[in-house]
T-cell receptor
C-alpha cells in the first residue's frame, strides 16, 4: 500500500481565483490520478499524470482549467483555475502501478467556491 | 461500453441485519479487475477487495463476503451482522487497460445506513 497526503485538506475560495492542490506519496509510483467527486456523486476521473510526460485528460476536462504537474515519482499538483461555484467538490488523488493492482487514495481536498 | 451499475442508491438496515450490495458490470475485455471501496463520512476511500476476471472464487473476510459471478457479470458484497460503523458509501469499480495506461470506472455508489 501507499500513504498519500493532500494539501490543503479543505478550502473556501472566491470565484475567479485559482487553487493548487498538492499530492504527496511516501513511495515512488508510476501513475497518479486526479478525481473529482461532486456532492453526493461518484468519482469522476479528471486526468492521469505520469512523471516526465503531459497529463492525459478525460473527456470534459481541459488543461487550461485543470493544469497538472508531475515533477517526480512522489509528487503531483492539480490546479483548479478561474473557479466557479460549480467547481465545489472533493478532489482526490490516487496512485497505482497497473490495472491489476489496487489504487490507493489520498484523503481528499474539500473545496467550496463562493 | 464499459460500465458499472450499482442500482441501489441507498439502503437502510437495523444493526445486526445482513445486507447485500449489488454491483453489475459491463466490459468487452477478457481480462479485467473489480474492486470495492468504502467511503465513510470522513471522505477517504478505503480499499476493501480486488478480484480478477479469471478467479471466480468467493471470498470471505470477517463479516464481509463477496460473490463474483461472470455468468451474470456481477460482483456483489454482503455484510453479515451489520454494525453502525458500516454506515458509509460503498463503491464498486472496474479497472481496465486502455492505450497503454489504465483507469477505474466507478459505479454511482450505494449509501448504507445502519441504524442502532
Amino acid at each position: 500500500s501507499a500513504v498519500i497526503s493532500q494539501k490543503p485538506s479543505r478550502d473556501i475560495c472566491q470565484r475567479g481565483t485559482s487553487l493548487t492542490i498538492q499530492c504527496q506519496v511516501d513511495s515512488q509510483v508510476t501513475m497518479m490520478f486526479w478525481y473529482r467527486q461532486q456532492p453526493g456523486q461518484s468519482l469522476t476521473l479528471i486526468a492521469t499524470a505520469n512523471q516526465g510526460s503531459e497529463a492525459t485528460y478525460e473527456s470534459g476536462f481541459v488543461i487550461d482549467k485543470f493544469p497538472i504537474s508531475r515533477p517526480n515519482l512522489t509528487f503531483s499538483t492539480l490546479t483548479v483555475s478561474n473557479m466557479s461555484p460549480e467547481d465545489s467538490s472533493i478532489y482526490l488523488c490516487s496512485v497505482g502501478r497497473a490495472a491489476q493492482e489496487t489504487q490507493y487514495f489520498g484523503p481528499g481536498t474539500r473545496l467550496l467556491v463562493l | 461500453a464499459q460500465k458499472v451499475t450499482q442500482a441501489q442508491t441507498e439502503i437502510s438496515v437495523v444493526e445486526k441485519e445482513d445486507v447485500t450490495l449489488d454491483c453489475v458490470y459491463e466490459t468487452r475485455d477478457t481480462t479485467y479487475y473489480l474492486f470495492w471501496y468504502k467511503q465513510p463520512p470522513s471522505g477517504e476511500l478505503v480499499f476493501l477487495i480486488r478480484r480478477n476476471s479469471f478467479d471466480e472464487q468467493n471470498e470471505i473476510s470477517g463479516r464481509y463476503s463477496w460473490n463474483f459471478q461472470k455468468s451474470t457479470s456481477s460482483f456483489n458484497f454482503t455484510i453479515t451482522a451489520s454494525q453502525v460503523v458500516d454506515s458509509a458509501v460503498y463503491f464498486c469499480a472496474l479497472s481496465r487497460t486502455t492505450s497503454g495506461t489504465y483507469k477505474y470506472i466507478f459505479g454511482t455508489g450505494t449509501r448504507l445506513k445502519v441504524l442502532a
